[in-house]
C-alpha cells in the first residue's frame, strides 16, 4: 500500500506569508517519509464545509505544484482533482507536460468533471450542464492522450477544435498516467475503464468501496479493459492521527480490496501533521499489502 499526501488546506498558519515555508517544510519531510504522491485542490476559492469556508487561503494548482517539483524529487505530483472546464484541454496538456518535464517525469494528471459552481460564477469560468462537463471530461482526455502521442495533427470534436496537436518537448517517460477522480457509476467510472491508468475514490467504506469496484469491473469487461491494469487510489476523510489504529485498520481492508494507494489530509498545523505521519504511518503503511 502506497500513501499520498493530500495537502487541501493553507489556512494554518493565518499569516499569508508563511504560506510558502510551512508547504517546503511538508514537503521535505513527505519526502523523507518515503510518501509516495503529493496532491493539491484544483479550486480557487476554499470548499465550503463544515471545516473550511470560501474566503479561506486558496492557491492555483498547477502553479503550486511547480513550486513543490523544484523541492522535491521524487514523490508523484498531481492535482486531486483537475477541473475539466478551468482550463481549454489543449492548455492542460500543455501545463501538465512542463510540470512532468520540470520534475523529471513525476507527473500524473488527475482530472474530474468539476463541480464547485460558486467559484466558477465568482471567477467568470462559464457554468454548463453536469452531462455536458461530461461529455468535455472525455474530449479532455482524449486531446491529452493524442497530444502525448505522435499524432500532431488536429481534432475536431463536439466542444473542442484543435488545428495541431503539437507538444513540444514530450513528456519524459511516456505520457503521465491519467487519474479519474470520482465514484459516478454511470459516466464517470465508464470513462476510468475506457481511458484512465488510475481511479480516485472516496474512503466511504469498505462495502461502497467494494461497489464501485465491481461496477468498474463491470465497465472494464464491457470495454475489453484489465481491470488489474487500472491503479484502484482513495481519499481518506476521516481522523487518522487521533485514531491511527482505526485508521491502518482499514487501510489494510481496503488493500484486501484491491487499493493501491490511501491518500491522507491534514487536520492541524501541516508540518506537525506530515512529521506525525511520517514516524507513526508511514512505516505501517508501507507494510500493508
Known sequence: MKLGLHY???STPADPALIAPTLAESVRVAEQAQIASFSVMDHYFQMETGQSVADE??????TTLGYVAALSERMTLGLMVTGVVYRHPGL?????TSLDV???????LGIGASWY?????GLGVPVVPVAERFERLEETIRICLQMWSDDNGPFHGRHYRLAETLCVPEPIGGHPPIMIGGGGERKTLLLVAR???ACNLFATGQEEVAHKLDVLRAHCEAEDRDYDAI????????PVLDKP????????AYAGLGIGEIQVLPDRHPVSFTHQIAERIAPAVAGIG
Open 245 to 252: 489504529a482505526a485508521f491502518l485498520a482499514d487501510a489494510e
Open 92 to 96: 492542460l496538456a500543455k501545463i501538465v
Open 231 to 238: 491503479t484502484k487510489t482513495v481519499m481518506y476523510g476521516g
Open 195 to 197: 481511458y484512465a491508468d
Open 57 to 62: 487561503p486558496m492557491l492555483e494548482g498547477y
Open 117 to 121: 459552481e460558486r467559484e466558477q460564477y
Open 102 to 108: 520540470l520534475s523529471g517525469g513525476r507527473a500524473r
Open 8 to 10: 487541501w488546506n493553507y
